[in-house]
């Protein structure tokens, strides 16, 4: 399962709070592609290298003090990542525009 959190700085760490499944990848509603999207270059060939820091990509999209959280067991409530910067090698996007 992956999971939208806002965060809040405490004294002890960070504390999540859920705001909605989400999904990372698929074209119409992942969150990966849309940061790509932004930060690709017309031009830019495969393969490409890549790199989303996500607390940068939060914040140009106005939504400071989010995270993406990824439930490894999702019996287990303690196997929870929060996601920092997602690297990757290759990718196709394709957009279909007006003509």
């Known amino acids: 399962m992956y999971a939208l959190y ?8 960070t504390r ?3 705001q909605e499944e989400t999904s990372l990848f698929g074209c119409k509603s992942g969150w990966i592609p849309h940061f790509l999207q932004k930060q690709l ?7 490409l290298k890549w ?6 990509a939060f914040a140009i999209e106005n939504m400071p003090n989010h ?3 990824i439930n490894l067991k999702p019996k287990n409530k303690e196997a929870n990542l929060s ?3 997602w ?3 290759g990718v196709m ?3 279909d525009g007006p003509r």
């Open 6 to 13: 806002k965060t809040t700085a405490v004294p002890d760490g």
């Open 93 to 95: 996007l394709h957009q």
């Open 87 to 89: 690297l990757g090698y």
């Open 51 to 56: 790199n989303i820091d996500l607390k940068t």
């Open 83 to 85: 996601l920092n910067n």
């Open 16 to 18: 999540y709070e859920f």
């Open 41 to 47: 270059k017309v031009g830019d060939c495969e393969p």
């Open 67 to 69: 995270a993406l959280v």
